[in-house]
């Protein structure tokens, strides 16, 4: 079965920082999810590998950034100023066929994902 590699979860307090890390390439776009406890899935952000293009939810605009580095054939989503709220388990995801970058916001357009990886914030 076809899986991304992710990374760079933890513990933090909250108003730290964490950059989680995918690895991934060979996709039209890659995007991030994340799900907290009782809560449904929720989309982060997507990136369009080739033009590089990247796309956020409203309400995750300001402390989120996503990014790649296609040298390393990685994704990258920063996250700033973390909340409690933030606590989630967090996922990469990517597309490779079927693809519409006008619908990245659709968790049901992407092809593979991870395994996710644990944030957890503390006040």
């Known amino acids: 079965q076809v899986q991304l590699v992710e990374s760079g979860g933890g513990s933090v307090q909250a108003g730290g920082s964490l950059s989680l890390s995918c690895v991934a390439s060979?996709?039209?776009?890659v995007g991030w999810f994340r799900q907290a406890p009782g809560k449904e899935r929720e989309w982060v952000a997507s990136i369009h590998a080739a033009a590089g293009v990247t796309v956020y939810a409203d309400s995750m605009k300001g402390r989120f950034t996503i990014s790649q580095d296609n040298a390393k054939n990685a994704v990258y989503l920063q996250v700033n100023s973390l909340k409690p709220e933030d606590t989630a388990m967090y996922y990469c995801?990517?597309?490779?066929?079927?693809?519409?970058?006008?619908?990245?916001?659709?968790?049901?357009?992407?092809?593979?994902w991870g395994q996710g990886t644990q944030v957890t914030v503390s006040s």
């Open positions: 995801a990517a597309c490779r066929f079927g693809c519409s970058w006008y619908r990245a916001s659709d968790a049901r357009t992407y092809n593979y």
């Open positions: 060979g996709y039209t776009y």
